[in-house]
Every structure is written in C-alpha cells, then in structure tokens.
C-alpha cells in the first residue's frame, strides 16, 4: 500500500511542477500590469470599501440582534393588517353584488338629472320672460373677460315649489 501512494505522490508532483512553474512564470511577466491596474482603480476600490462598510455596518456592530424583536413584531402587524383588508375587501365585494348596491349606477342616475348647461338655460330664458314682463330698459351683458377658479362657477340652487 505505501508503494501505490509513493508512485501517485511521484506522478502528481511531476504533473503539478511544469504547471507551477508556468503559472509563477506568467506572474512575474504579468505583475507590473497588475501594479498599474491596482494604482489605476485605487479610488474605486476605496470607494467600494467604503460602501462596503457602510452596508455591513449593522452586522458588525450587532444591531439587527436589538431590534428583531420589533422587526418581528411590526412584520406580523402588517401581514395581520393586509390579511385583515382583504377579508374587508371581499366581504364588502360579496355584500355589494348580493344586495345589488353598485356606486356607479348611483352616478348614473345623478347624472341624468339637470346639467349645469340646461339650468343655465333656463334660467336665461326664465330672465328673458321677466325682461320682457318690466318696463324697464333691457340689461345688456358684453362679453368679458371671464375669471377662472371657484369664483366664476355656478352655484347651483335647490327650486322650490312653495
């Protein structure tokens, strides 16, 4: 058994001497490249250990060990709420289509009562008929400049039949 160890150590060596000696040879040609290369990407390089340093810092300095307990309270607190507003979710989705309640058929039906365009309408015709009606000299509106914003806009009012 000592032979076959002594005979694959032997074969090994010759094998792995020709290979060292190439690999030292390109070293040596190679290192002044590698000198300037390391001299050319010093800021770099400190600025990466910078970064570095800066990322792992709370590792070093065991920080994470202090705050898991909140880290793991605050995670379980926003897994309960997400799970908590979608159970809301869908139960207000399941009561909505079981009840027939859809917000957007209330709109519609907003929307089809008097526009702003037909109250204006007739309200201008409402003011004619009363124009006509006086004896007065009849009120002339130029065209102006209009004001933009809240100001110039209509107030809508509420007719009664009283």
């Keep these: ?19 060292s000696k190439i690999i030292y040879a390109i070293q040596t040609i190679l ?3 590698w000198t300037i290369l390391q001299f050319v990407f010093l800021p770099l390089t400190y600025l990466l250990h910078a970064v570095l340093s800066i990322i792992l810092f709370p590792f070093r300095h065991h920080i994470l060990d ?8 605050l995670g379980i607190a926003g897994l309960i709420g997400c799970m908590s507003g979608a159970a809301i979710f869908l139960i207000f989705k399941v009561l909505t289509s079981a009840l027939n309640i859809d917000g ?10 008097r ?23 009849a009120v002339v509106r130029l065209a ?8 110039s806009q209509a107030i809508m009012e509420e007719e009664s039949e009283f």
């Design 1 to 19: 058994m000592a032979d076959t160890r002594a005979i694959v150590s032997t074969v090994l060596y010759c094998l792995w001497w020709p290979t």
């Design 31 to 33: 290192s002044p490249f």
């Design 66 to 73: 202090r705050i898991e307990t909140i880290y793991i309270w």
């Design 104 to 113: 957007a058929a209330e709109s519609k039906a907003r929307a089809e009562g």
């Design 115 to 137: 526009t702003i365009i037909e109250y204006r309408a007739a309200r201008r015709e409402k003011e004619e008929a009363s124009a006509e009606i006086s004896l007065g000299p």
């Design 144 to 151: 102006g400049p209009r004001r933009r914003g809240l100001t």
